[in-house]
């Protein structure tokens, strides 16, 4: 299977912990995502790399929420210390040039007790 | 800050009958995609449209974009219910990255 894949799927947490979580892209695709989406909505952009630079990070991004991209092949995303209101499902999307179809991963499912 | 906004946002049907979703953007867009999502799945897209007025087919379905670029889309001709989903249209804002609408969730009942 050659599509974007998210490791984990589900990731269950206690309030304060951090978790990282990883997204492996499409090979040749050099333009990487990552969105947040609650429950009935869509979702919400948070932070794009093209290749390893990231070029643009979301006002929603707290100063707990970090993401890499260190050779611009897999990405990871850290949350520190998490909140309740993090609880969320992750989705990663890649795509192979500026404006062209995005291409999502299964997502990770947190959960924040 | 730019808004996408679709109605309705939910539409039970009856199998057999049409849908519409309609995108409203707060501010022109270059170019608007729409994409799927199942049940406990992850978006899929659909298509893209760029053109002011461009109408694309792709069997049942019709997508439209405005002659302003502010506006889309969606129809689906005799449902079935494997068109069950929620359907989000979404534009680029200042860069490439994606502003996703508030989504149209679709049932079907047989």
């Known amino acids: 299977d050659t599509g974007v894949s998210q490791d984990p799927r589900h990731k269950i947490t206690k309030r304060g912990q951090n978790v990282t979580f990883r997204c492996d892209p499409i090979s040749e695709h050099n333009h990487l995502y990552w969105y947040r989406q609650t429950l009935g909505q869509g979702p919400e952009f948070l932070t794009y790399f093209q290749n390893e630079a990231q070029l643009e990070k979301s006002r929603l991004l707290s100063d707990r929420f970090s993401a890499e991209r260190p050779k611009g092949s897999f990405s990871t995303l850290e949350i520190q210390r998490t909140e309740q209101g993090d609880s969320a499902m992750y989705l990663c999307a890649s795509r192979d040039r500026p404006y062209n179809e995005q291409f999502f991963g299964p997502g990770t499912r947190l959960t924040v007790l | 800050g730019q808004q996408v906004m679709q109605i309705p946002q939910y539409q039970h049907v009856q199998e057999g009958e049409d849908f519409t979703t309609y995108c409203n953007s707060s501010?022109?867009?270059?170019?608007i995609q729409w994409y799927k999502q199942r049940p406990g799945g992850h978006p899929v897209f659909l298509i893209q449209?760029?053109?002011?007025?461009e109408v694309k087919k792709q069997k049942r379905l019709t997508f439209q974009f405005g002659e302003a670029k502010k506006n889309s889309s969606l129809h689906i001709t005799a449902t079935q219910t494997t068109d069950v989903g929620t359907y989000f249209c979404a534009g680029p804002k200042y860069t490439d990255k994606l502003i996703f609408g508030t989504g149209t969730r679709l049932q079907v009942f047989p």
């Open positions: 501010t022109t867009l270059s170019n």
């Open positions: 449209l760029v053109k002011s007025g």
